[in-house]
């Protein structure tokens, strides 16, 4: 319960602070400040809620491997990639009720979804499509660290992974450089695709000043398949090498 209150907690704060207290100065939608903030900054909320849930899973799979469940797995009759992939089902099916309760969240505070039903719950499904690439990253992170105090430091990774990035502004109103690492950052093409898909007014203000700004549902697709086809077997080996 604590984990899940912590994961959701963040989102809600950030909705409060973005939204209500700095939203009100920001135009990213052309459409003066403040306007059309809350439609711009909840797409960006939910690809980070995802993207931060793969600490979850690294201190979830650390804390288990210091009380011995792991070494319990390796002593019965099972595959590292059926260990490793089960984990990986849990946690999605937890982060599928993560998006449900911050959409409940999201409606809340007045955001709706522009598209037709099709393209909402396509949306919705690269959410999930991003989590579930970086659950690889959390297990083999978690396999890797020692102890869950090390595991709880792991927020100093996924700060610079959620605020660099297109969650809360247009790499366009970035610094040259610091503008294209946020429009290549695999949250930005989740976030930059739900938009699209989403319909939120003025998310395509302007002409895209990078390539992956013009295709970010291709980009939406492909950097969570790079990132599973990685990390994935990186898990399973991590997990074999256990036992050595």
């Known amino acids: 319960p604590s984990t899940f209150a912590?994961?959701?907690?963040?989102?809600?704060?950030?909705?409060?602070?973005?939204?209500?207290?700095?939203?009100?100065?920001?135009?990213?939608?052309?459409?003066?400040?403040?306007?059309?903030?809350?439609?711009?900054?909840?797409?960006?909320?939910?690809?980070?809620?995802?993207?931060f849930g793969f600490m979850n899973t690294a201190f979830a799979v650390t804390l288990n491997k210091e009380k011995g469940f792991m070494d319990r797995f390796r002593s019965m009759p099972m595959s590292p990639s059926a260990v490793v992939t089960g984990r990986g089902v849990a946690d999605i099916i937890q982060a599928a009720l993560d998006l449900a309760v911050i959409g409940a969240i999201a409606l809340i505070v007045g955001w709706r979804a522009g598209g037709s039903l099709a393209a909402t719950l396509f949306g919705f499904a690269l959410l999930l499509w991003l989590r579930l690439a970086l659950i690889f990253v959390g297990i083999f992170l978690g396999l890797m660290i020692k102890n869950t105090e090390v595991a709880g430091s792991l927020f100093a990774v996924a700060f610079p992974l959620g605020f660099i990035s297109s969650v809360f502004a247009p790499p366009e109103m970035m610094p040259g450089w610091l503008g294209a690492v946020a429009a290549w950052n695999p949250v930005s093409s989740t976030a930059n695709a739900i938009r699209e898909l989403f319909q939120t007014p003025g998310a395509g203000v302007g002409e895209a000043s990078y390539w992956i700004d013009g295709h970010a549902i291709a980009g939406a697709i492909i950097w969570p398949a790079l990132i599973m086809a990685v990390f994935?077997?990186?898990?399973?080996?991590?997990?074999?090498?256990?036992s050595k």
């Open 232 to 242: 994935l077997p990186l898990a399973v080996r991590q997990f074999r090498n256990l």
């Open 6 to 51: 912590w994961q959701l907690g963040m989102p809600v704060v950030m909705v409060l602070m973005f939204v209500y207290v700095f939203g009100s100065a920001m135009d990213v939608t052309g459409q003066g400040a403040g306007e059309g903030y809350i439609d711009y900054a909840m797409p960006g909320l939910f690809a980070m809620t995802m993207a």
